[in-house]
Protein backbone atom coordinates (compact mmCIF):
# COMPACT_ATOMS: atom_id res chain seq x y z
CA UNK A 1 0.00 0.00 0.00
CA UNK A 2 1.79 2.88 -1.47
CA UNK A 3 -0.62 5.84 -0.07
CA UNK A 4 -2.05 8.84 -1.82
CA UNK A 5 0.37 10.60 -3.75
CA UNK A 6 0.15 13.92 -5.50
CA UNK A 7 1.79 15.63 -8.59
CA UNK A 8 3.92 17.59 -8.46
CA UNK A 9 4.48 18.57 -5.27
CA UNK A 10 5.10 22.24 -5.51
CA UNK A 11 3.83 24.52 -8.67
CA UNK A 12 4.91 28.09 -8.91
CA UNK A 13 2.55 29.95 -11.89
CA UNK A 14 2.52 33.34 -13.06
CA UNK A 15 -1.20 34.91 -13.12
CA UNK A 16 -3.52 34.00 -15.49
CA UNK A 17 -2.05 30.74 -16.54
CA UNK A 18 -3.67 26.99 -16.24
CA UNK A 19 -2.01 24.32 -13.73
CA UNK A 20 -2.66 20.50 -13.20
CA UNK A 21 -2.77 18.79 -10.11
CA UNK A 22 -3.31 14.56 -10.03
CA UNK A 23 -3.85 12.19 -7.21
CA UNK A 24 -3.08 8.49 -7.18
CA UNK A 25 -5.38 7.35 -4.37
CA UNK A 26 -5.33 4.32 -2.29
CA UNK A 27 -5.43 1.47 -4.41
CA UNK A 28 -8.87 0.28 -4.79
CA UNK A 29 -10.25 3.11 -2.79
CA UNK A 30 -14.03 4.09 -4.39
CA UNK A 31 -13.57 7.61 -2.64
CA UNK A 32 -11.46 10.50 -3.26
CA UNK A 33 -11.47 14.20 -1.97
CA UNK A 34 -9.69 17.37 -2.87
CA UNK A 35 -9.61 19.94 -0.36
CA UNK A 36 -7.50 23.15 -0.15
CA UNK A 37 -5.60 24.52 2.44
CA UNK A 38 -4.26 28.01 3.26
CA UNK A 39 -1.55 29.56 5.53
CA UNK A 40 -2.82 29.29 9.43
CA UNK A 41 -5.88 27.55 8.06
CA UNK A 42 -7.49 24.10 8.46
CA UNK A 43 -7.94 22.40 5.53
CA UNK A 44 -11.28 23.29 3.53
CA UNK A 45 -13.86 20.95 1.56
CA UNK A 46 -13.86 21.34 -2.18
CA UNK A 47 -15.22 18.21 -3.98
CA UNK A 48 -15.09 14.21 -3.75
CA UNK A 49 -16.10 11.43 -6.06
CA UNK A 50 -17.64 8.05 -5.44
CA UNK A 51 -15.67 5.96 -8.36
CA UNK A 52 -16.12 8.50 -11.27
CA UNK A 53 -19.02 10.46 -10.20
CA UNK A 54 -18.77 13.65 -8.81
CA UNK A 55 -21.32 13.48 -5.82
CA UNK A 56 -20.87 17.07 -4.08
CA UNK A 57 -18.89 20.27 -4.79
CA UNK A 58 -18.15 23.02 -2.88
CA UNK A 59 -19.15 26.85 -3.19
CA UNK A 60 -15.79 27.29 -2.86
CA UNK A 61 -14.94 25.29 -6.03
CA UNK A 62 -15.32 28.39 -8.63
CA UNK A 63 -15.81 27.71 -12.34
CA UNK A 64 -11.93 28.28 -13.25
CA UNK A 65 -11.58 24.74 -11.07
CA UNK A 66 -12.46 21.91 -12.12
CA UNK A 67 -12.12 17.98 -11.38
CA UNK A 68 -12.29 14.34 -12.90
CA UNK A 69 -11.51 11.12 -12.33
CA UNK A 70 -12.59 9.43 -15.49
CA UNK A 71 -11.65 6.18 -14.69
CA UNK A 72 -13.03 5.89 -10.95
CA UNK A 73 -9.03 5.37 -10.06
CA UNK A 74 -6.31 8.85 -10.59
CA UNK A 75 -8.03 12.01 -10.26
CA UNK A 76 -7.16 15.47 -11.85
CA UNK A 77 -7.55 19.12 -10.38
CA UNK A 78 -7.30 22.12 -13.08
CA UNK A 79 -7.33 25.42 -11.94
CA UNK A 80 -7.83 27.84 -15.16
CA UNK A 81 -6.46 31.79 -15.22
CA UNK A 82 -4.63 31.49 -12.43
CA UNK A 83 -5.26 34.59 -10.01
CA UNK A 84 -3.09 34.91 -6.31
CA UNK A 85 -6.00 34.07 -4.02
CA UNK A 86 -5.60 30.18 -5.43
CA UNK A 87 -2.02 29.99 -3.67
CA UNK A 88 -2.11 27.07 -1.23
CA UNK A 89 -1.87 23.76 -0.59
CA UNK A 90 -4.43 21.83 -2.45
CA UNK A 91 -4.49 18.44 -0.45
CA UNK A 92 -6.06 14.54 -1.95
CA UNK A 93 -7.69 12.10 -0.06
CA UNK A 94 -8.81 8.65 0.01
CA UNK A 95 -11.27 6.20 1.71
CA UNK A 96 -13.15 2.84 1.22
CA UNK A 97 -16.49 3.78 1.83
CA UNK A 98 -18.75 0.77 2.76
CA UNK A 99 -22.38 1.80 3.84
CA UNK A 100 -24.17 3.83 5.99
CA UNK A 101 -22.17 5.08 9.59
CA UNK A 102 -18.99 2.94 8.26
CA UNK A 103 -17.13 5.61 9.83
CA UNK A 104 -14.20 4.65 7.48
CA UNK A 105 -10.76 6.48 7.90
CA UNK A 106 -9.89 8.91 5.45
CA UNK A 107 -6.05 8.99 4.17
CA UNK A 108 -4.59 12.18 2.87
CA UNK A 109 -1.55 13.10 0.55
CA UNK A 110 1.10 15.14 0.88
CA UNK A 111 -0.27 17.78 -0.70
CA UNK A 112 0.28 20.27 -3.52
CA UNK A 113 1.58 23.60 -3.15
CA UNK A 114 0.21 26.55 -5.42
CA UNK A 115 2.40 29.69 -5.64
CA UNK A 116 0.88 32.40 -7.75
CA UNK A 117 2.53 35.22 -8.64
CA UNK B 1 -24.09 22.50 9.18
CA UNK B 2 -21.36 21.58 11.38
CA UNK B 3 -18.45 23.53 12.75
CA UNK B 4 -15.51 23.16 14.61
CA UNK B 5 -13.34 25.59 16.64
CA UNK B 6 -10.13 25.50 17.83
CA UNK B 7 -9.84 27.83 20.76
CA UNK B 8 -5.93 27.67 21.16
CA UNK B 9 -3.95 28.39 18.13
CA UNK B 10 -1.03 28.29 19.83
CA UNK B 11 0.71 25.92 22.41
CA UNK B 12 3.97 26.10 24.06
CA UNK B 13 5.01 23.10 26.60
CA UNK B 14 7.71 22.32 27.96
CA UNK B 15 9.33 18.61 27.03
CA UNK B 16 8.00 16.02 28.99
CA UNK B 17 5.13 17.98 31.00
CA UNK B 18 1.06 17.02 30.22
CA UNK B 19 -0.72 18.66 27.10
CA UNK B 20 -4.62 19.52 26.17
CA UNK B 21 -5.58 20.94 23.00
CA UNK B 22 -9.24 21.77 23.17
CA UNK B 23 -11.83 21.10 20.54
CA UNK B 24 -15.62 21.95 20.43
CA UNK B 25 -17.66 21.14 17.82
CA UNK B 26 -21.60 21.87 16.42
CA UNK B 27 -23.86 20.17 14.78
CA UNK B 28 -27.44 19.37 14.97
CA UNK B 29 -26.45 15.53 13.68
CA UNK B 30 -24.59 12.79 15.49
CA UNK B 31 -20.93 13.13 14.41
CA UNK B 32 -17.83 11.27 14.19
CA UNK B 33 -15.12 13.05 15.27
CA UNK B 34 -11.29 12.84 14.33
CA UNK B 35 -7.58 14.48 15.17
CA UNK B 36 -5.24 14.75 12.66
CA UNK B 37 -1.53 15.67 12.87
CA UNK B 38 0.47 17.60 10.45
CA UNK B 39 4.27 17.95 10.47
CA UNK B 40 5.89 20.36 8.76
CA UNK B 41 5.65 20.03 5.21
CA UNK B 42 3.62 16.94 4.95
CA UNK B 43 0.69 15.65 4.72
CA UNK B 44 -1.79 15.07 7.49
CA UNK B 45 -2.02 11.78 9.79
CA UNK B 46 -4.75 10.51 11.36
CA UNK B 47 -4.60 9.90 14.89
CA UNK B 48 -7.32 9.09 16.42
CA UNK B 49 -11.12 8.80 15.49
CA UNK B 50 -14.51 8.33 17.97
CA UNK B 51 -17.11 6.49 16.26
CA UNK B 52 -19.09 5.16 19.00
CA UNK B 53 -18.66 3.60 21.88
CA UNK B 54 -16.21 4.01 24.99
CA UNK B 55 -16.03 7.62 24.68
CA UNK B 56 -12.23 7.70 25.60
CA UNK B 57 -10.45 6.49 22.93
CA UNK B 58 -6.46 6.70 22.55
CA UNK B 59 -3.58 6.48 19.76
CA UNK B 60 -0.39 4.15 19.69
CA UNK B 61 1.84 7.03 20.49
CA UNK B 62 0.18 7.94 23.50
CA UNK B 63 -2.43 10.72 22.83
CA UNK B 64 -6.36 10.20 24.03
CA UNK B 65 -9.20 12.40 23.33
CA UNK B 66 -12.39 11.57 25.19
CA UNK B 67 -15.79 12.68 23.94
CA UNK B 68 -18.02 14.45 25.17
CA UNK B 69 -21.63 14.85 24.00
CA UNK B 70 -23.09 17.58 26.73
CA UNK B 71 -20.45 19.77 26.13
CA UNK B 72 -19.77 18.78 22.87
CA UNK B 73 -15.81 18.88 23.18
CA UNK B 74 -13.31 16.40 21.52
CA UNK B 75 -9.82 17.25 23.62
CA UNK B 76 -7.22 15.87 22.99
CA UNK B 77 -4.57 14.85 26.02
CA UNK B 78 -0.81 13.66 26.49
CA UNK B 79 0.56 13.24 30.05
CA UNK B 80 3.95 13.52 29.08
CA UNK B 81 5.18 15.20 25.47
CA UNK B 82 8.36 14.47 23.65
CA UNK B 83 10.18 17.14 21.25
CA UNK B 84 9.10 14.94 18.11
CA UNK B 85 5.20 15.97 18.69
CA UNK B 86 5.78 19.00 17.36
CA UNK B 87 3.71 19.60 15.04
CA UNK B 88 -0.33 21.34 14.04
CA UNK B 89 -3.26 19.28 15.70
CA UNK B 90 -6.53 19.77 13.44
CA UNK B 91 -9.66 18.37 15.15
CA UNK B 92 -12.02 17.34 12.46
CA UNK B 93 -15.90 15.97 12.19
CA UNK B 94 -18.27 14.40 9.95
CA UNK B 95 -21.89 13.20 9.86
CA UNK B 96 -20.86 10.17 9.08
CA UNK B 97 -24.86 8.59 7.33
CA UNK B 98 -23.00 8.03 3.99
CA UNK B 99 -21.25 11.29 3.85
CA UNK B 100 -17.83 11.37 5.22
CA UNK B 101 -16.55 14.91 4.37
CA UNK B 102 -14.56 16.12 6.89
CA UNK B 103 -15.07 19.73 8.14
CA UNK B 104 -11.87 20.95 10.05
CA UNK B 105 -10.96 23.29 12.47
CA UNK B 106 -8.19 26.04 12.40
CA UNK B 107 -5.67 23.86 14.23
CA UNK B 108 -3.55 24.53 16.95
CA UNK B 109 0.85 24.29 16.69
CA UNK B 110 1.94 22.42 19.55
CA UNK B 111 5.68 23.50 20.18
CA UNK B 112 7.76 21.57 22.68
CA UNK B 113 10.11 23.68 24.55
CA UNK B 114 13.51 21.46 25.81
Known amino acids: DTGVSQDPRHKITKRGQNVTFRCDPI?????LYWYRQTLGQGPEFLTYFQNEAQLEKSRLLSDRFSAERPKGSFSTLEIQRTEQGDSAMYLCASSQWTGVNSGNTIYFGEGSWLTVV | AQSVTQLDSQVPVFEEAPVELRCNYSSSVSVYLFWYVQYPNQGLQLLLK??????LVESINGFEAEFNKSQTSFHLRKPSVHISDTAEYFC????????????FGTGTRLTIIP
Open chain 2, 92 to 103: AVSQGFGNEKLT
Open chain 1, 27 to 31: SEHNR
Open chain 2, 50 to 55: YLSGST
